[in-house]
């Protein structure tokens, strides 16, 4: 399967603000990794009572 036909059937582009639609995808799984961790990082439990961890 060819994306870039898929994508210019769709959308009648292979580019937004003159950059190609691979770096956008590319840009959107890196954002959904980062918002993704930060959910089970704030969702994590602390072994402490106090909430503190020793550094």
Do not use: P, Y
């Not at 292979?14 to 961790?37: K, P, R």
């Amino acid at each position: 399967m060819n994306w870039a036909t898929l994508w210019t059937n769709l959308f009648g582009t292979t580019s937004f603000l003159g950059i190609d639609m691979g770096f956008w995808m590319g840009m959107a799984a890196v954002l959904l990794i980062v918002i993704l961790m930060n959910v089970v990082f704030w969702n994590m439990k602390s072994k402490r009572k106090d909430g503190f961890s020793d550094l």
